[in-house]
């Protein structure tokens, strides 16, 4: 059984930085993408950024490029989403999700094509 589960949210100040951790299990291939996506109040979600697993390229959406970085750590199972410089405009409902089709993360503003998402975590950050 495929389960994804996003955690590490919370409150945070302006300029302030968090972690957020996806839990990644039941697979049955090693090579998917794996993104990180938001849905902040009153507003569609959006692709913040992915992870190749086959060859660990990653991609970024603009807002977040040089303050946000996706890492992995194989052992554990886990992806991270290490946020830095944090912004009022960060604050959303974030979900980890995984294409288990494709590893490519080129289009990875094209939601449909993860199909397996995971609850989200609560990300606020008060100015």
């Known amino acids: 059984e495929v389960q994804l589960q996003a955690s590490g949210g919370g409150l945070v100040q302006t300029g302030g930085s968090l972690r957020l951790s996806c839990a990644a299990s039941g697979f049955t291939s090693d090579e998917y993408a794996i993104g990180w996506f938001r849905q902040a109040p009153g507003k569609e979600r959006e692709a913040v950024s992915c992870l190749n697993t086959r060859d660990g390229s990653t991609n970024y959406a603009d807002s977040v490029t040089g303050r946000f970085t996706i890492s992995r750590d194989n052992a554990k199972n886990l992806v991270y989403l290490q946020m830095n410089n944090l912004k009022a405009e960060d604050t959303a409902v974030y979900f980890c999700?995984?294409?288990?089709?494709?590893?490519?993360?080129?289009?990875?503003?094209?939601?449909?094509?993860?199909?397996?998402w995971g609850r989200g975590t609560l990300v606020t950050v008060s100015s």
């Open positions: 999700a995984v294409d288990g089709i494709s590893p490519w993360c080129g289009n990875f503003y094209y939601l449909p094509r993860f199909n397996f």
